[in-house]
Every structure is written in structure tokens, then in C-alpha cells.
T-cell receptor, first 114, second 110 residues
Framework: DSGVTQTPKHLITATGQRVTLRCSPR?????VYWYQQSLDQGLQFLIH???????AKGNILERFSAQQFPDLHSELNLSSLELGDSALYFC?????????????FGPGTRLTVT | EDQVTQSPEALRLQEGESSSLNCSYT??????LFWYRQDPGKGPEFLFT?????EEKEKERLKATLTKKESFLHITAPKPEDSATYLC???????????WGAGTKLIIKP
């Protein structure tokens, strides 16, 4: 158990809908990262927050957005969902933002868009 | 351009047959190299961090080594439970975000 929690574990929804994925980082970690992993694909970095502030964006679509709240939990919002958005979405946390500290991953949310 | 390449894509071994996985990187200054293990449908599990050439780290049957151009994950006398995808990631001085390799899928047959 990494100490990172994600809810829900599974989500099935229809095209065009909007969903919110939630992540709670490990106690003491200030950074939260979001990744997307499609079937048999590598990890695609989406976005990074540190202590409530956006630090970096990766391959994140305009239909996707995220935020980190004062209690450090984070939410990833996915809107106007398409079939191709079906994937595993992982949240990871780390102590710092720029120094090379390891990231600890949550169990993921499996999103299925039908 | 910063890049990480893992090889082979897949590796099938008999139980007890030792081997190595490779992670080659091209980055403008290495800040750290990370190894993770990922089981199907699960989140990656952190294994090692290496910071400089010549560094080695061990954990049970796994040993990670680092040179200026690549890292190896050596697995000694593997067991079926070592079957997983092993991911390598690099943090470069030019970009604080991790650059991920595509992974090596390791299958250990009893």
C-alpha cells in the first residue's frame, strides 16, 4: 500500500458525459501528479500540482482539467468524454516538486466510456 | 530531445534463470533515474532511485546499476511472482517532469 488513495476504482459512463476522479496524496506529500495509461500503453503525464499550484502540464486535453485543494487532495475533471478516453488514470504523490524524489502511485481509476 | 528507451519489450525466462533489463537514456543532465514495477491493472510500485554513474542498489532478487548512458535491472534467480512490467523513468535537469520508458514485460515460467 503506497498510501495514495484514489476514488472511484471503476467508472463506467457514456460519451459526452463529465466525470471527476479524486486523489488523496500520502501524508506529508505536497506534490500530486496525474497520469493516463491506455490499454497496453505507457504512462502519459497529464498534469502536476504542488501545494495547490499548477507546476507543469503534459499531454492533457483541453477537455480535461485538474485542481489541488487546500487539504492537498486533487481532482481530475474529464468532460465531453470520448471512447478514446477509456483508460486507467493514476495519481501519484511526492514530497517535493523539483528535486528527484520518487513518486508513489495510487491504485488507479479505470474509466470506461461506452 | 530527452528520451528513454527500454529493452527488450518482453522477456520470458524460466524460474531461476537470471537476466538483465536495459534502460537507455539521452537527457541533458541526469537528476535521477527511477525503476518501478507494475502489475496488470495496478499502479506502478517504486523500486529504486539512482542518482549518479556507478551507483548500485539492491532489493531481494533485484539489483539496479547506473552508467552515464544506461541503467540495468538485474534479476537473479527469478520466481514466477517477479512477473510484471518493469518501468524506467528519468528526471532531467532541463525538465523536472519524469520521462518514462515504455517498459519491459517480464514473464517468469515455473
Amino acid at each position: 500500500d503506497s498510501g495514495v488513495t484514489q476514488t472511484p476504482k471503476h467508472l463506467i459512463t457514456a460519451t459526452g458525459q463529465r466525470v471527476t476522479l479524486r486523489c488523496s496524496p500520502r501524508s506529508g506529500d505536497l506534490s500530486v501528479y496525474w497520469y493516463q495509461q491506455s490499454l497496453d500503453q505507457g504512462l502519459q503525464f497529464l498534469i502536476h500540482y504542488y501545494n495547490g499550484e499548477e507546476r507543469a502540464k503534459g499531454n492533457i486535453l483541453e477537455r480535461f482539467s485538474a485542481q489541488q485543494f487546500p487539504d492537498l487532495h486533487s481532482e481530475l475533471n474529464l468532460s465531453s468524454l470520448e471512447l478514446g478516453d477509456s483508460a486507467l488514470y493514476f495519481c501519484a504523490s511526492s514530497v517535493a516538486d523539483r528535486t528527484p524524489y520518487e513518486q508513489y502511485f495510487g491504485p488507479g481509476t479505470r474509466l470506461t466510456v461506452t | 530531445e530527452d528520451q528513454v528507451t527500454q529493452s527488450p519489450e518482453a522477456l520470458r525466462l524460466q524460474e531461476g534463470e537470471s537476466s538483465s533489463l536495459n534502460c537507455s537514456y539521452t537527457v541533458s543532465g541526469l537528476r535521477g533515474l527511477f525503476w518501478y514495477r507494475q502489475d496488470p491493472g495496478k499502479g506502478p510500485e517504486f523500486l529504486f532511485t539512482l542518482y549518479s554513474a556507478g551507483e548500485e542498489k539492491e532489493k531481494e532478487r533485484l539489483k539496479a546499476t547506473l552508467t552515464k548512458k544506461e541503467s540495468f535491472l538485474h534479476i537473479t534467480a527469478p520466481k514466477p511472482e517477479d512477473s510484471a512490467t518493469y518501468l524506467c523513468a528519468v528526471q532531467a535537469r532541463s525538465n523536472y517532469q519524469l520521462i518514462w520508458g515504455a517498459g519491459t514485460k517480464l514473464i517468469i515460467k515455473p
